[in-house]
């Protein structure tokens, strides 16, 4: 196939057949830092490991793709537009700091809540790229999961909500790891 002259549909199947494994492996490791530090550290430690840490994940998925055979920093891979629409998700999710930043100078507690809701919805697109339920599914019981533990356990939110993001990440690695790609006809 000339590699110049992909369709739309071929990006897409060629986009949806990697391993997306990298980027969910930086999100874990990263909340469950986030979780630990929540547990031995002041709130105001958390709240800094947060901020630094959710800022870092893109930067960690970087690294780690060198390791998971996906290489996002290799420049002999053909452009695929779908990698343009997955970088515009990941800068919708950096964007969503404008409504978490006022929340959290309201009432720093916030701060789990609203990043952790706020940037796991990249993951809606993601699922309608790749044909694929992983992203709803994420996206959606982090969505409820973070909500309600928030509600629930107003005392523990520094560590339940990222321990509680660091499952779901676990659970999407499987699917992940065991789902069919896409195949061209």
């Given at each position: 196939?000339?590699l110049?002259?992909?369709?739309?549909?071929?990006?897409r199947?060629?986009?949806?057949?990697?391993?997306?494994?990298?980027t969910?492996?930086?999100?874990l490791?990263?909340?469950t830092i986030?979780?630990?530090t929540?547990?031995?550290f002041s709130?105001?430690?958390t709240?800094?490991?947060?901020?630094?840490?959710?800022?870092?994940?893109?930067?960690?998925?970087?690294f780690l793709?060198?390791?998971?055979?996906e290489?996002?920093l290799?420049?002999r891979k053909?452009?695929?537009e779908?990698d343009?629409l997955?970088?515009?998700?990941?800068?919708?999710?950096?964007l969503?700091?404008?409504?978490?930043?006022?929340?959290?100078?309201?009432?720093?507690?916030?701060?789990p809540m609203?990043?952790?809701?706020?940037?796991g919805l990249?993951?809606?697109?993601?699922?309608w790229?790749?044909k694929h339920?992983?992203?709803?599914?994420?996206?959606?019981?982090?969505?409820?999961t973070?909500l309600t533990?928030?509600?629930?356990?107003?005392e523990y939110?520094?560590?339940?909500?990222p321990f509680s993001?660091?499952?779901?990440?676990?659970v999407?690695?499987?699917?992940?790891?065991?789902?069919k790609?896409?195949?061209?006809l």
């Amino acid at each position: 196939m000339d590699l110049t002259k992909r369709t739309l549909e071929e990006q897409r199947a060629e986009f949806s057949n990697q391993k997306f494994l990298a980027t969910p492996l930086a999100g874990l490791i990263v909340w469950t830092i986030i979780g630990i530090t929540g547990v031995f550290f002041s709130d105001r430690i958390t709240v800094w490991t947060i901020f630094i840490g959710t800022g870092s994940i893109v930067y960690l998925g970087l690294f780690l793709s060198k390791f998971t055979g996906e290489n996002f920093l290799d420049k002999r891979k053909p452009k695929n537009e779908f990698d343009s629409l997955f970088l515009f998700t990941v800068g919708q999710a950096v964007l969503v700091y404008a409504i978490a930043i006022p929340f959290f100078l309201v009432d720093y507690t916030s701060l789990p809540m609203t990043v952790g809701i706020l940037t796991g919805l990249m993951w809606f697109p993601f699922s309608w790229i790749i044909k694929h339920w992983v992203g709803v599914f994420h996206a959606a019981l982090r969505t409820v999961t973070v909500l309600t533990l928030w509600y629930l356990l107003p005392e523990y939110r520094f560590v339940t909500i990222p321990f509680s993001i660091v499952l779901i990440y676990i659970v999407t690695l499987f699917i992940l790891r065991n789902r069919k790609g896409i195949k061209l006809l």
